[in-house]
């Protein structure tokens, strides 16, 4: 028994570096052709000779980081707003009956699945008639499309498992609604709340849309900026792959950072009274 234990985990392992491997490998597919020169890039494999003339052409001839500096600030002002309005939102729909509720809450859910295409037009215009286009409140404003469904709809499922009675409680002990809202249930949500922002960072660094049509020469995120290395007469892999390669960076730092909130967020996916 325990030798076919020992095998069963043996197998697992073996096919849990498989799924690593075949996982990490277009990262690593990624570095290896940003060390490529253009000349290299469909001559050789794996045997080249490495250069760095990609990283000097994208992060000293470029204006690369002020690109990554517009898409921090965007991302990260959006998931703040988010937030702020969605933790609150999420608490209501979860907790509070009222008319049409569900309606609303589908409502809401739909503005994260319908093409961006349909309103990114009409919001091209208003923003050019009330002066939002090409700046930071614009493209923060319009990421609201794509991060408030998501905080709402993860963050409504976690209040909805929290007890009622633990509100009861703390408000028996004298704790004014804010209190309660501050103390006993947001750290309860802890892991929803890092794992649901985690996420809408990702898909609001990651927009395209968005960016490409409500900006210009003001704000420009890496996702636009990446079209630079796209030539008339030819594509420059190894740039692309420098640009993505660094683009990729503070999703994995900030998952890095709150791994531990994070596991638990995604593995439970609620929180248990």
Do not use: C
Request: aromatic fraction near 16%.
């Amino acid at each position: 028994m325990k030798r076919r234990e020992l095998l069963i985990n043996i197998v697992k392992h073996v096919l849990l570096i498989i799924y690593a491997l075949f996982a990490l490998f277009p990262l690593f597919w990624m570095l290896l052709i940003s060390f490529k020169s253009d000349a290299q890039m469909f001559n050789t494999t794996f045997i080249f000779t490495p250069t760095l003339e990609n990283y000097d052409a994208v992060l000293l001839r470029t204006d690369y980081f002020r690109y990554f500096k517009d898409s921090l600030i965007v991302s990260t002002l959006a998931v703040i707003v988010s937030l702020l309005a969605g933790v609150p939102a999420a608490y209501a729909l979860a907790n509070y009956e009222f008319k049409k509720k569900e309606d609303l809450a589908f409502t809401i859910l739909s503005f994260r699945f319908a093409p961006e295409i349909l309103v990114v037009l009409p919001l091209f215009m208003i923003y050019q008639r009330i002066g939002l286009y090409d700046t930071y409140t614009g493209l923060i404003w319009v990421y609201q499309l794509i991060t408030m469904p998501l905080i709402i709809w993860v963050l409504r499922g976690y209040f909805e498992d929290i007890p009622i009675e633990i509100e009861h409680a703390a408000q028996i002990d004298g704790y004014t609604w804010w209190q309660v809202f501050l103390k006993k249930l947001l750290p309860l949500i802890r892991p929803g709340l890092v794992s649901a922002s985690l996420l809408a960072f990702i898909f609001a660094w990651n927009n395209f849309t968005f960016p490409l049509q409500l900006s210009g020469t003001n704000i420009e995120t890496v996702t636009v900026a990446s079209l630079k290395y796209l030539a008339s007469d030819t594509v420059h892999y190894g740039q692309m792959a420098v640009a993505a390669a660094f683009s990729s960076l503070p999703a994995v730092i900030f998952a890095l950072l709150i791994q531990k909130h994070l596991v638990r967020g995604l593995s439970f996916g609620a929180v248990k009274g």
